[in-house]
Nanobody, 116 residues
């Protein structure tokens, strides 16, 4: 059974930092891209950052220079270091894993709230 367990969300003041983690288990195929998406209340889910198995990264323009995505392939874990947080970063953050044969898995989400 595939599980993506996210952690690290919470409440932080503007300008603060949080680090999200997502550990994947039960995946029998090779993991390709891993990423983070977010969905604010009343809005559509949007890409935050992705990272390939080779370490190539991609960021939404709104988080470039503030967020850093990384991964530990040995642990099937992806991280999102979020610095200089803004109230507009408030959202539910979801982990996503793409595997061989185009399978896609989502975590349950972790809430990030940034107060002004």
């Amino acid at each position: 059974q595939v599980q993506l367990v996210e952690s690290g969300g919470g409440l932080v003041q503007a300008g603060g930092s949080l680090r999200l983690s997502c550990a994947a288990s039960g995946i029998i195929f090779s993991i390709n891209d891993m990423g983070w998406y977010r969905q604010a209340s009343g809005k559509r889910r949007e890409l935050v950052a992705t990272i390939t198995s080779g370490g190539r990264t991609n960021y939404a323009d709104s988080v470039k220079g503030r967020f850093t995505i990384s991964r530990d392939n040995a642990k099937n874990t992806v991280y999102l270091q979020m610095n200089s947080l803004k109230p507009e970063d408030t959202a539910m953050y979801y982990c996503n894993v793409q595997t061989q044969y185009q399978r896609s898995y989502w975590g349950q989400g972790t809430q990030v709230t940034v107060s002004s």
